[in-house]
């Protein structure tokens, strides 16, 4: 009778695990999306259009957070309207590229009761013919960019108030090429922190009007 031993010898195990894979997330034909609610929070895209050919609604509140890594709109196509509204303490966008409001088309983003949004460089009114709104109102409430171009080929307005703050760290430009107007309202506690220069009305028209 043979009597056999076996050895197993079990080394270090590398498991490779795929990265995760996000989409891009379009909001559009009359729908209207809740962070949390219908959709979970955290919640995180590649980029996002919230009206892409027609209405589309984003609602982040009660603490809500999404993140998207590339470029995102407000406001897309031709005819489109889109509205994102970030409200309440702890409720948040983060947006790790540019943020559009109004490419060819109408975008609003309102930022209110302690929200906070962040991005890269942001457009108000992109293209000919488009109009872009930010408000940013309310203690805590915050909106963070790099560059700001309010008017860029379109139409674009910023208003903040009640304790709102818009940072950017690089220019902010009001009316930036022949044809667009921008405007800045900044009034009742509102600041307007910027780093580098501001022009008002670069090639375009543009206003900036603090009061209290």
């Given at each position: 009778?043979?009597?056999y031993?076996l ?6 195990l590398n ?6 894979v ?5 909001i559009?034909?009359g ?7 219908t ?7 590649t ?20 993140t ?14 889109g509205?994102?509204?970030?409200s309440?303490?702890?409720s948040?966008?983060?947006?790790s590229?540019?943020l559009t ?10 930022i209110s009761a302690?929200?906070?949004v ?9 293209e ?5 709104v930010?408000?940013v ?6 909106w963070s960019?790099?560059?700001?171009n ?6 674009g307005?910023?208003?903040?108030n009640?304790?709102?703050?818009v940072?950017?760290t ?9 044809g667009?107007?921008?405007?800045v ?19 375009g ?8």
């Amino acid at each position: 009778m043979k009597i056999y031993s076996l050895a197993l010898i079990v080394g270090p195990l590398n498991l490779l695990l795929a990265p995760a894979v996000y989409a891009f997330e379009t909001i559009n034909n009359g729908q209207i999306v809740t962070v949390p609610g219908t959709q979970n929070s955290p919640w995180t895209t590649t980029g996002m259009s919230v009206g892409e050919t027609n209405a589309g609604t984003l609602l982040i509140q009660d603490g809500g957070s999404v993140t998207s890594t590339d470029a995102s709109y407000i406001g897309r196509l031709t005819n489109a309207t889109g509205l994102v509204e970030v409200s309440d303490v702890g409720s948040q966008w983060n947006i790790s590229s540019n943020l559009t409001m109004g490419y060819y088309a109408t975008g609003t983003l309102n930022i209110s009761a302690g929200g906070v949004v962040s991005n890269t460089s942001a457009y108000m009114g992109r293209e000919d013919g488009a109009t872009g709104v930010v408000n940013v109102s309310g203690a805590g409430s915050l909106w963070s960019n790099e560059s700001l171009n309010i008017g860029f080929y379109g139409d674009g307005t910023l208003n903040i108030n009640d304790g709102g703050k818009v940072t950017n760290t690089g220019l902010g430009i009001l009316g930036n090429y022949v044809g667009s107007t921008g405007t800045v309202n900044v009034s009742t506690g509102g600041l307007w922190d910027i780093t580098q220069s501001l022009f008002v009305g670069r090639a375009g028209i543009g206003t900036l009007t603090i009061s209290e």
